[in-house]
Each structure stands twice: as structure tokens, then as C-alpha cells.
């Protein structure tokens, strides 16, 4: 086995999207233009939104798209493939148009958030990647923001290198954290690489090498400016909390006592006593940090129950989105070039009516009310719609369509902006701290009852009447075609097929 990788991205993909782009490379279809489009079905965690998080990563890998020899020999090692089609692999370079939402951006099931739009091979070879990036990365974006709501101004730090699965997720989810809401990461290159703010206290493993609370503080004293001590090693009042204040005491510049960490025990009851303790001896602005296992839940209801905590540290249950691991975001092919040469749009029919996909290109407006800039919904047009100089918007279910209104004195902000041009970077990527503010402000414009964390209502993503339509004709034009197609057998009642 080599130990030594020379790795690259382009094989970050299923077999079978490699297996797709060789038949359609031997039918002569490789270059047909398609457009796909990526969505979830579901908000994640019962939530009312999600904060999209991704695109910076999928820009790189876009980027970076090339296969290497390496790979190629891979290919030739593993697959049956002709050296032509392997030739042509090794040429190959992404040449698609991309359009996304941007990052931060606060989006809704059953809208489309990225769209590929090029050849059939370009689409397809991205496909698995794509969602490899967009599914983790908005989940941990959308958990950091739900655990920011309850958290209100406090300050959380993200603590979950060390229980995310595999380096990667620790890096990029403490990326998508700090998008979601969070104030730094323990995750030093997660700082190095993103510019995030990195924070730090210390571990009991240092209290237990100087078996002893007050040597330990008194050392990690003498050789940091700022310290914040754990006091739970041993006995939390009776010895953590009081030795902090002691080796606090001995400090000259008494500023350098930032606070102290719990990490066991009833949060609730030991921050209130240890506020106390620290008021009395002096010290009313040093802080508690709570950490140990936290999420949204424990934490409002600590916040309930009155605990004097000041700063969360959250590691398990944000990096591997403990009560939902996977977004499920899917990657649907809505449009194909036709005989003529035109872009036309397709479908995909189910007999459950989520997993029907919707035709066309499309463009995503968010409808806020002029007045005060509050959400009336997300409106999915044609691509070549604009409701922006409309006098007013007929908004409907798409399923239940006797659920409507119309929206006057709207304003209409189209969410989907063009990020690669036929292959081409074309979008200034923002700094990390613009993209946090982008989608604070935007989640602030969010009424609360899509935001609240039970029982959020559903926000409406209702589709124009012209895409409407547009799905409509196509159900009919399909079963039809269906219908056609299937001229050369019967089946009966029991689905005995018999070829004519
Ligand atoms: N007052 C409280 N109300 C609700 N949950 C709390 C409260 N205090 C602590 N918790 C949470 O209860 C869970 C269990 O806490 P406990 O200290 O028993 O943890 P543990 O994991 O058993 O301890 P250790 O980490 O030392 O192994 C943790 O998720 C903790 O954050
Ligand atoms: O609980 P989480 O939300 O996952 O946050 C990360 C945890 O990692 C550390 O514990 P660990 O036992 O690994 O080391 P320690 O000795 O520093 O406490 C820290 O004390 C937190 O409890
Ligand atoms: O800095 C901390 O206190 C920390 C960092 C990572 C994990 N647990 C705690």
C-alpha cells in the first residue's frame, strides 16, 4: 500500500459520476449542456431555517479540478476504461457556469441554493463533491445559529476538534460555526487558515500534573498574560474556585484574571455559587465558562434555571450536528439541451409528491416588506422573470394553492448570483467576519416565528405562476410521453409484462 498520497480532488466523486461521464463520452453527449440544481428537502433540526455554508470550499474545488497522472493510473489500475477516454480525463478542465447563494445566507427547504449549468460531463463529475461540502458545512452553520439564539450575547467558542469526524469536518466546521454565530474556535489552523478568532483555557490533565489546583494555576500564571483556570479537577468549590482566587489575589495586575471553566456538575447550581464567590473576593467582571456536552437544549434551559455563565464552550454536539448528522441535500437535473440546441427544462415524477423535482432555471427572490424589511416569504421564479418592478406578487402554496396572498410595497432581492461564468471565477469571495455580519442581518430580518427554536412555522417557498405552470405542463407532457413509450408491451393488473 503507497503511504505516500499524491492526491487531488478530481477523484472525490462517486464511481458511478465517472462511469456516467464515460457513456455519455462514448454517445457523444459529453458536452450536451444540462443544469442542476441543489436543494434539501428538510430544514435540520426541526428548525424554521438553515444558514447556508460552503461556497468558499466549492470555489476551491472547482478550482482546483484537474486530474493527475496518479489518478489516471488509479483509473487504468482499477477500471476497465479505453486510454481514450482516460486521455480525455486527463485534458479535462470545468467549464461550467455556477450560480449560488452566498454564504451565510439564510435558506429554506425545497429552494434551489447552487446551480451548475454546463456540459453533462462537467455537472456530473462535481455532483458528489458539491454536496459533500454544502451538506456538512450548512449543518454546522445552521446548528451554531440555533445555538447562538439561545445564547443571546454571550460569548461561545467552539470546542470540537477533538470529536469531529476526521480533520476536515473539524476545520471547516469551525469555519461554519463562526458563520453560524460563534465568537472563536479552540482549532488553531481552523484560525490560521480562515482568520477566525482563536480562544483557549486549559485542560484537567495540567491541574493533575502538579496534583494540585494552586501550583497549577499559579504556573499557567506565570507563564500566560491572560488566564481563565479550570476548577473542576477536584472539588469545584472547595478547592478549584478558592485556589483561582488565591493565585488571582497574587497577581499584580489583577486584569490578567479572566475568569474560571466548569466542565462537570449542575451547571446551574455551581455558577450561581462560584458568581458569588468571585464577587465577593473582588473579582464581578471575571467570567465563567460552562462547557460539557452542550447544545441549544441544555443551554436555554440553564439560561432558565438562572445560571451565572457567561461564555459556552461547545464541542460534541455542534461539530458532528449530534441530533442530526446529515442535511440531505440532493442534486437535481433541471434542464437539457434538446436536439435543436435549447436549453429546455426537464423533470423528475414521483409518486410522492416531495421527491417531484420542479423544471427550469430558476431564480430565488426574498420578498421583505419595504417598510420594515421583514420576510414575506421566498418567491422561485424562471430565471428570466422580475418581480422587482411588479406593482404587487400573488404568493401561493405550491401544493396547497388555496393557501395565497398578495404582497404589495414588497421589496425583491435575488439570492442566486453568478459565481463562475463558463468556467471562470467571476465573484469576489467576502472576508469570513462580512459573511457572520450578512447573516446576522439577514437572520434579525427573519420575523421570529420562523426563527424561534420549537415549533418553528414554515416560511413560505412558493413558486411563480409561470413556474407553476411550467411544472404543470410538464407532469402532463411526461405521462403522456410515458404512456408512448411504453406502447410496446402490456401489463396487466398484476404487472405481468407481455412485449407486443
Ligand atoms: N442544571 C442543569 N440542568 C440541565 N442540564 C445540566 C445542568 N447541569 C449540567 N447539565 C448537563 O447535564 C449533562 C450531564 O452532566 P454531568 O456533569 O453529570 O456530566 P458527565 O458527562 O456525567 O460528567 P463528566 O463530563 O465529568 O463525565 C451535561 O450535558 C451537562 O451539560
Ligand atoms: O463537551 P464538549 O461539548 O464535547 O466540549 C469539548 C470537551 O472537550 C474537553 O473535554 P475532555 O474530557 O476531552 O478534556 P479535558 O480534560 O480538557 O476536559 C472539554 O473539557 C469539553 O468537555
Ligand atoms: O480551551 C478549552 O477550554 C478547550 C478546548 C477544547 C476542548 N475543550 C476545552
Known amino acids: 500500500m503507497k503511504t505516500t498520497i499524491n492526491d487531488s480532488l478530481a477523484l472525490h466523486t462517486d464511481l458511478y459520476e465517472i462511469n456516467m461521464m ?28 438553515a444558514i447556508f455554508a460552503g461556497l468558499e470550499r466549492v470555489i476551491q474545488y472547482v478550482q482546483g479540478l484537474k486530474f493527475t497522472e496518479d489518478d489516471i493510473d488509479y483509473l487504468r489500475e482499477t477500471q476497465n476504461y479505453p486510454e481514450e477516454f482516460l486521455a480525455y480525463l486527463a485534458d479535462y478542465h470545468f467549464d461550467a457556469s455556477i450560480r449560488s447563494m452566498e454564504e451565510g445566507e439564510i435558506v429554506f427547504n425545497n429552494e434551489p441554493i447552487m446551480q451548475i449549468k454546463g456540459s453533462l460531463a462537467d455537472c456530473t463529475l462535481v455532483e458528489t463533491a458539491i454536496l459533500n461540502i454544502i451538506n456538512y458545512q450548512t449543518l454546522i452553520a445552521t446548528k451554531a445559529s440555533r445555538i447562538r439564539n439561545v445564547a443571546g450575547d454571550d460569548n461561545l467558542a467552539e470546542f470540537g476538534a477533538r470529536r469531529a469526524q476526521e480533520m476536515d469536518a473539524a476545520i471547516w466546521g469551525a469555519r461554519a460555526a463562526y458563520i453560524g454565530g460563534f465568537n472563536s474556535t479552540s482549532n488553531v ?17 495540567m491541574v493533575q500534573a502538579y496534583q494540585n489546583d494552586y501550583e497549577a494555576f499559579k504556573a499557567y500564571a506565570a507563564s500566560h498574560e491572560k488566564c481563565t483556570f479550570l476548577v473542576d479537577t477536584y472539588d469545584t468549590l472547595r478547592s478549584g474556585v478558592p485556589n483561582a482566587i488565591r493565585v488571582a489575589n497574587e497577581m499584580e495586575d489583577k486584569s490578567r484574571f479572566v475568569g474560571v471553566r466548569i466542565d462537570s456538575g449542575d451547571i446551574s447550581y455551581l455558577s450561581t455559587r462560584i458568581r458569588k464567590m468571585l464577587d465577593d473576593a473582588g473579582y464581578p ?13 441544555t443551554i436555554l434551559n440553564l439560561k432558565m434555571q438562572g445560571a451565572k455563565v457567561d461564555a459556552w464552550g461547545v464541542g460534541t454536539q455542534l461539530i458532528t450536528a449530534f441530533d442530526q448528522p446529515a442535511l440531505g441535500a440532493v442534486y437535481k437535473l433541471c434542464c437539457i439541451e434538446d436536439a435543436s440546441g435549447e436549453l429546455v427544462p426537464t423533470m423528475k415524477l414521483s409518486s410522492s409528491p416531495d421527491k417531484m423535482t420542479t423544471p427550469g432555471e430558476k431564480q430565488i427572490w426574498r420578498i421583505t416588506r419595504k417598510k420594515d424589511g421583514k420576510s414575506e416569504g421566498d418567491y422561485v421564479t424562471g430565471i428570466n422573470e422580475d418581480p422587482t418592478h411588479e406593482e404587487s406578487i400573488f404568493m401561493f402554496h405550491p401544493t396547497y394553492t388555496y393557501v395565497n396572498k398578495t404582497v404589495r410595497h414588497f421589496n425583491a432581492r435575488p439570492l442566486l448570483r453568478t459565481i463562475f461564468d463558463k468556467g471562470e471565477l467571476v465573484y469576489d469571495v467576502p472576508a469570513i467576519d462580512d459573511i457572520r455580519d450578512f447573516s446576522r442581518e439577514h437572520l434579525d430580518a427573519l420575523w421570529e416565528e420562523y426563527r424561534r427554536m420549537l415549533n418553528p412555522e414554515p416560511y413560505p417557498v412558493d413558486l411563480s405562476q409561470q413556474l407553476y405552470d411550467l411544472k404543470m405542463n410538464s407532469i402532463a407532457e411526461i405521462r403522456q410521453r410515458v404512456a408512448e413509450d411504453c406502447k410496446t408491451f402490456d401489463l396487466d393488473e398484476d404487472l405481468n409484462l407481455n412485449f407486443k
Open 22 to 49: 464515460k457513456t455519455y463520452w462514448d454517445a457523444g453527449k459529453a458536452d450536451q449542456q444540462a443544469v442542476f440544481e441543489v436543494y434539501f428537502r428538510n430544514n435540520p433540526f426541526d428548525s424554521g431555517y
Open 285 to 297: 467582571d471575571a467570567i465563567i465558562v460552562a462547557s460539557n456536552d452542550l447544545d441549544e437544549k
Open 189 to 205: 489552523r481552523a484560525g490560521k487558515l480562515f482568520n477566525i478568532p482563536i480562544s483557549g483555557t486549559h485542560a484537567h490533565a
